[in-house]
């Protein structure tokens, strides 16, 4: 009998919240994005947009097992093709901020918060989850980072100072792991550069990644990617980076500067501990950079333009009328095939919110995307690293 009113309850969830996506689909006032036709003219195939109506600016990730799990309560066992409900675990907080990094392998799970507070100066903590390969019994745990030049002082009410964990952390072939963070050493005190850069950041930020060598339980300082000097023309600093091993073993990592300035890339070629000064990518106006090499050598990068070139190139603040949610911004996914030297880039979408997106590769070739609350497809056309031909 108990048995039986389990599977009851269960099946009753279960229907709640089938109406609840129903709902939200129906219910929400927000446009879907306009596919662009210049995904069709780059030889790509975009499958229709789905509203899942779970949010803005949050996140999304894959398991080992390759389910994707959304906010909202979601999954999707079958690459992104059909997404539904499911009650067998809570992985809310974890999706609900870009200012997230997550490790997902067959045997174990483990996922870090985005904002670090100060222990004391040089030792900051962040919450911390940890979990079987299953997800199941989700542990919280509070993860000691040692960033021996961070900020002497915590954070004020509202303020975006700091260090904060961001997007990748990156499994080394010696055991080792590497985490990406952003935010402020205390000697980063140069102002940012303009009005927009001034809104988002009190002073410009570097990028710098941390090594752990006991599966993520403490992590110290390794080296900085990339640190803002007077006059390298740039908005906010070096954020938001974005991290891959590439074919050849060296690591790639792609920086945001701020709305209106070009994305950057940096390279490593001894795991981390030295990188390559930053050069511009030739992609511009750009944020929130996704990063990954595909199974045949390639790497992709997802990323926003939030204020596209539509008003004055001298006074671009003023394309901030044009972010009126979901904005006239266009999602783009470029290629590399010499690791990130050269770029093939492709606007695929219009009015993207807010242009933070999250992608896997779910078939050879096929990349998921999620952005807010949409979600789609996009296959690619087949390629190889090293090649002339994108």
Not at 13 to 32: A, F, H, Q, T
Not at 68 to 73: K, T
Not at 175 to 198: A, E, I, V
Not at 284 to 300: F, Q, S, W, Y
Request: proline share 7%; with cysteine.
């Amino acid at each position: 009998m108990i048995r039986r009113q389990h599977l009851l309850a269960v099946f009753a969830v279960s229907i709640l919240m089938l109406v609840v996506l129903y709902l939200r689909g129906r219910e929400s006032p927000i446009p879907l994005p306009t596919v662009l036709p210049s995904a069709t003219s780059a030889g790509m195939t975009v499958s229709p947009v789905t509203a899942l109506g779970n949010g803005r600016w949050i996140r999304s990730f894959r398991t080992a097992d390759g389910t994707i799990y959304l906010r909202g309560r979601l999954h999707s066992r079958d690459g992104g093709q059909t997404i539904e409900p499911q009650t067998a675990v809570d992985v809310e907080d974890i999706n609900a901020s870009p200012e997230r990094a997550i490790l997902a392998r067959s045997s174990f799970f483990y996922a870090l918060d985005g904002p670090a507070e100060m222990e004391r100066p040089g030792v900051y903590r962040v919450r911390g989850w940890r979990a079987a390969g299953d997800l199941q019994r989700l542990t919280p745990e509070t993860v000691r980072l040692e960033v021996p030049e961070g900020p002497r002082r915590s954070r004020q009410p509202g303020e975006w100072f700091g260090l904060y964990v961001y997007r990748t952390i990156l499994e080394m072939p010696d055991g080792s792991w590497l985490l990406t963070m952003y935010g402020n050493f205390d000697g980063d005190t140069l102002p940012p550069s303009d009005r927009s850069s001034q809104a988002e950041v009190k002073y410009m930020m570097r990028s710098f990644v941390l090594t752990s060598h006991d599966k993520g339980r403490s992590w110290r300082y390794l080296s900085t990617i990339a640190a803002p000097k007077p006059g390298n023309g740039v908005g906010e600093g070096f954020v938001e980076p974005a991290l891959t091993r590439l074919a050849d073993g060296r690591l790639l990592c792609i920086l945001r500067t701020g709305h209106f300035y070009p994305l950057y890339a940096s390279w490593s070629s001894d795991g981390g501990k030295t990188w390559t000064a930053p050069v511009e990518t030739g992609l511009d106006r750009g944020c929130d950079p996704c990063l990954l090499t595909l199974a045949d050598g390639r790497v992709a990068l997802s990323w926003g333009q939030r204020f596209p070139v539509m008003g004055s190139s001298r006074q671009p603040e003023k394309d901030f009328s044009l972010f009126k949610y979901p904005g006239e911004g266009f999602l783009n996914v470029a290629l590399s095939n010499d690791g990130g030297a050269t770029w093939t880039n492709t606007r695929i979408a219009r009015r993207t919110g807010s242009c933070y997106s999250v992608i896997f590769e779910v078939e050879p070739n096929v990349l998921f995307f999620q952005v807010d609350q949409w979600v789609w497809r996009v296959a690619i056309k087949p390629g190889k690293a090293g090649t002339n031909s994108i």
